[in-house]
């Protein structure tokens, strides 16, 4: 069955630190991977994709993304955490069908201290 | 262009209660979703759509119904309220070219 993990339910960083969220996932077949960010009070947003091609994938306000299928890891990176990067943020895996089968992981809250 | 939108922004019921949560999208998208969203959850969808006249249930559809007369609305009905559906419901459209998916800002339920 497809799954999503995200080990860390929250994580600190200090401003200007950098920052990676890691996620896992379980499918049968070659995933399109996604990450979102939901700022308090308001829905999500994409991030980045990944469905083929390059394994790391840009995005935007400055995350990435690698895809490594070895591991089956999709993990988001920032090489230089802003504060208003706190927000919470979504890994999900989809099967290419119109989003309904996407599965969303429980999320990881990230807090940035000063 | 408003995306998706959403109506209420919060609701208090009481348990028994029925109401009508509202979703509008301008994105011309036929697939619309409903989802649900409980804190260490993540989303779980209740309902989805691929267009005018279909529907079919997602993951938790029980307690709520969905209809889909045109493209651009698609209601959530609660038929009796519980305090199990105390959540924030959040309304989606996709682009199934490449499948990523657009949200609204969310409707806060409280059911007492």
């Known amino acids: 069955a497809q799954s999503v993990t995200q080990p860390d339910i929250h994580i600190t960083v200090s401003e200007g630190a950098s920052l990676e969220l890691r996620c896992n996932y379980s499918?049968?077949?070659?995933?399109?991977l996604f990450w979102y960010v939901q700022s308090p009070g308001q829905g999500l947003q994409l991030l980045l994709k990944?469905?083929?091609?390059?394994?790391l994938v840009q995005g935007i306000k400055g995350f990435e993304a690698e895809f490594k299928r070895s591991q089956s890891s999709f993990n988001l990176r920032k090489p230089s955490v802003h504060w208003s990067d706190a927000a919470e943020y979504f890994c999900?895996?989809?099967?290419?069908?119109?989003?309904?089968?996407?599965?969303f992981g429980a999320g990881t809250r990230l807090f940035v201290k000063a | 262009n408003a995306g998706v939108t959403q109506t209420p922004k919060f609701q208090v019921l009481k348990t028994g209660q029925s109401m009508t949560l509202q979703c509008a999208q301008d994105?011309?998208?036929?697939?619309m979703s409903w989802y649900r969203q409980d804190p260490g959850m993540g989303l779980r969808l209740i309902h989805y759509?691929?267009?005018?006249?279909?529907?079919d249930q997602g993951e938790v559809p029980n307690g709520y119904n969905v209809s889909r007369s045109t493209t651009e609305d698609f209601p959530l009905r609660l038929l009796s309220a519980a305090p199990s559906q105390t959540s924030v419901y959040f309304c989606?459209?996709?682009?199934?070219?490449?499948?990523?998916?657009?949200f609204g800002p969310g409707t806060r339920l409280t059911v007492l």
């Open positions: 999900a895996v989809g099967a290419g069908t119109g989003g309904f089968k996407t599965i």
């Open positions: 499918y049968g077949a070659t995933p399109y």
């Open positions: 990944y469905f083929s091609g390059d394994t």
């Open positions: 994105m011309n998208h036929e697939y």
């Open positions: 759509s691929v267009g005018a006249g279909i529907t």
């Open positions: 989606a459209t996709t682009d199934p070219t490449p499948d990523t998916q657009y």
